[in-house]
């Protein structure tokens, strides 16, 4: 199965960002932790009512952190699937919200809301999923018919995009589809998280990682064999080196930079978010590793407080 596996961004108020993604858009709050590499810092993720591969956002809120700028070897945007008809659902529920978001636009056969979180990150729905009822964890005016499904896909921005396209094809499992001007769409074959979107645009100032920023991209393995295979064809075919593969609790992950310079990650599908608690309590506690536990009552003391709802 290839596709997206998540999308992690920075955010600033953990708070905040809980309240947008749970009560505005509807997400699930699927786990609870923090980033294993600063375990003073959150990392939350948000999904489908158990986190599967292709529907996952998370996030490193820095309440610190100077806002990100955008441009040119950066995610530019991070899209979600929702059903075609409910794109009228999702701009009335902005307006009511308060979200700012532009007017709903076609692209590529599918029509698209794009619109902002509080931190100033790009996003947009995609009317791109089928009819039937999605999960709806959190019902505050978000029925079933409307719940978004998951990850449509992201849009890089790169100067030159050949090399980033060949890693894809080649190594990532997508193939090359449809173009339309400078944006040129890369399809997977997993039901969500299956779009890729390159736009070429020479000449603009290059990203600034910060606040409201994708800090990177995770793509999809079924298992150590095929990470294995996937980072074999990398140095091989590419001469892209990767780390050391890393247990990451929920999966097991290998990264990289292509050649644009946009941190990749290829992340196992195994695992997954139910290895250290049942469906009913995903995101209600605090969840460590192994080897941050013995830490717990400091880490616990140094991270801010964070507003749950339900």
């Not at 820095?62 to 441009?71: H, K, L, S, T, Y």
């Not at 794009?114 to 931190?119: E, G």
Request: no cysteine; charged share 25%; aromatic share 8%.
């Amino acid at each position: 199965m290839s596709g997206i596996h998540h999308v992690t961004a920075v955010s600033g108020s953990a708070s905040r960002n809980h309240d947008f993604y749970t009560r505005v858009l509807g997400l699930r709050f699927v786990k609870k932790t923090v980033n294993f590499d600063d375990p003073a810092t959150y990392h939350l993720y948000y999904g489908d009512e158990t986190g599967h591969p292709g529907t996952i956002l998370t996030f490193f809120p820095w309440e610190q952190a100077a806002a990100g700028r955008n441009g040119t070897g950066q995610a530019l945007e991070t899209a979600f699937a929702v059903p075609a008809a409910s794109i009228g659902f999702w701009t009335h529920r902005f307006v009511e919200q308060g979200v700012s978001h532009e007017a709903p636009v076609k692209l590529l056969d599918h029509t698209v809301l794009a619109f902002t979180d509080p931190d100033g990150m790009r996003l947009a729905l995609v009317g791109a999923a089928d009819g039937r009822a999605g999960p709806n964890p959190n019902p505050d005016g978000i029925s079933a018919e409307h719940a978004i499904r998951g990850m449509f896909g992201v849009t890089l921005l790169l100067e030159d995009g050949q090399a980033t396209s060949a890693i894809l094809t080649d190594v990532l499992g997508f193939r090359r589809g449809k173009r339309d001007g400078a944006l040129v769409r890369f399809e997977a074959d997993a039901a969500v998280g299956n779009h890729i979107d390159i736009r070429e645009a020479q000449g603009f100032l290059s990203g600034r990682m910060g606040r409201g920023s994708v800090h990177h991209i995770a793509f999809r393995a079924k298992d150590d064999d095929m990470q294995a295979e996937m980072v074999r064809k990398l140095v091989k075919h590419h001469g892209v080196p990767t780390t050391e593969q890393i247990d990451r609790q929920y999966f097991r992950s290998v990264y990289f930079r292509e050649p644009a310079g946009i941190l990749f990650e290829i992340a196992t599908d195994e695992p997954g978010f139910l290895v250290d608690e049942p469906p009913e309590a995903l995101g209600k506690a605090l969840k460590l590793p192994q080897f941050l536990e013995p830490r717990r009552a400091e880490i616990e003391a140094r991270l801010p407080q964070l507003q749950i709802i339900g």
